[in-house]
């Protein structure tokens, strides 16, 4: 009996070893059979004809970028949606728990999220040609990677400020002058970029700089309050206010290249960091589709495409920022940047951002 008993235990561990070792071996299959030859991609992506981006940057820009891959590939296209932020989280798990999976690319402006999304497995682990050239705070694994970078700016009117008022904003603290009181606008939103202000000026390390207080001094302001950032940097180029408080240097950029009449600051400690994020849903309905934009995206193609088309600033090593703007006599780099912390964004975002908005609402009774 006891022989027997040893001879089914060897049995049952040969047949667990076997199964495991099926299980991964059909994972390693699952995982290679998305061809990385880029030919061989592209006539696999030819097959399928399109592929939906749920995207986080400004739709204009977005869609420009989109038709830089279609003219590069032809015969595949893409489908732009902005969803901004969490939302976009938000809106790609409640497809996936109703089964109805439409995109093939996600574009979160919300690393926690993205973060969040690996661990639990929704997205495809796909390794692009480029991986060596991001730098190590740019890639969540083979799974995301973020390829420019987001600053924050204060963007202004260059009819509405004089050189002097410039000056003064050269200090995030200088929008307590009185002279600003009523002349800016800021956001509500909940995003990446809106939030990495606040991050900063809650910043513990900061508290003597910054921190609660301050931001009610600057709602005491009175600011123009807009829910959607876009909208108060639109009212700035139009000349209904005089600056945003704060923006991003790449829309800002967009803007200027078709003849905005503005300008921007990067007031020190200036943050910048990875914030939209972008990955292959592990649900693609045209996964080749998929890979082969996400390959393009992070090439020195798409750097370029990025670079002209949205203004933003590279990341990927090697790649000179071709952006015009950097050779104007007005234009000055960021020299002193703010690295946000990300374990500390993830906890506290929420709770941030409403206090924010309590702060706000509080100041314009």
């Known amino acids: 009996m006891h022989s027997n008993s040893n001879s089914l235990t060897t049995v049952a561990r040969f047949a667990g070893a076997a199964i495991t070792s ?16 880029e030919a061989a991609l592209y006539d696999a992506a030819k ?19 989109a038709l830089a891959f279609e003219k590069k590939y ?12 969490t939302q976009q989280y938000q809106r790609f798990m409640e497809e996936v728990q109703s089964g109805k999976n439409n995109v093939d690319i996600l574009h979160i402006s919300d690393q926690p999220s993205m973060k969040a999304l690996i661990a639990d497995g929704h997205v495809a682990e796909w ?17 995301a990677y973020a390829n420019y970078t987001t600053d924050n700016a204060i963007v202004y009117n260059v009819n509405k400020l004089t050189p002097e008022e410039v000056a003064i904003l050269q200090d995030w603290k200088g929008v307590l002058d009185p002279r600003f009181k009523g002349r800016f606008a800021v956001t509500s ?3 990446g970029a809106c939030y990495a202000g606040i991050h900063m000026f809650l910043d513990p390390k900061l508290k003597d700089q910054y921190g609660e207080e301050f931001l009610k001094k600057v709602a005491a302001q009175e600011p123009a309050v807009y829910s959607e950032v876009l909208v108060g940097l639109d009212r700035v180029i139009a000349g209904e206010h005089d600056f945003t ?5 790449s829309i800002a950029l967009t803007n200027w290249q078709k003849g905005a009449p503005i300008r921007w600051i990067h007031p020190k400690p200036t943050p910048v960091f990875g914030n939209s994020w972008q990955a292959v849903s592990k649900y693609a309905p045209h996964p080749n589709a998929a890979r082969l934009f996400q390959d393009w995206s992070m090439s020195e193609d798409g750097a370029h495409a990025l670079q002209q088309l949205y203004g933003a600033a590279t990341v ?3 790649i000179e920022d071709t952006r015009s703007v950097t050779k104007e006599d007005w234009y ?9 912390d990300f374990d500390r964004w993830e906890k506290n975002y929420q709770k941030d951002m409403d206090l924010w908005i309590k702060i706000l609402k509080q100041a314009n009774r």
């Open 47 to 65: 097959k399928e004809g399109t592929l939906v981006w749920y995207e986080s940057g400004p739709l204009e820009p977005m869609k420009a970028i």
């Open 127 to 143: 390794k692009v040609p480029t991986y060596d050239q991001f730098p190590e705070d740019f890639r969540l694994g083979d799974y």
């Open 316 to 318: 990927m090593e090697g």
């Open 332 to 340: 000055q780099p960021i020299t002193e940047p703010y690295r946000v």
């Open 189 to 191: 939103m909940k995003c």
């Open 245 to 249: 408080y704060w923006t991003w240097e």
């Open 22 to 37: 099926l299980l991964l071996t059909a994972a390693a299959v699952a995982q290679n059979q998305f061809p990385t030859d």
């Open 74 to 85: 032809p015969g595949v296209k893409v489908e732009v949606l902005r969803i901004v932020g």
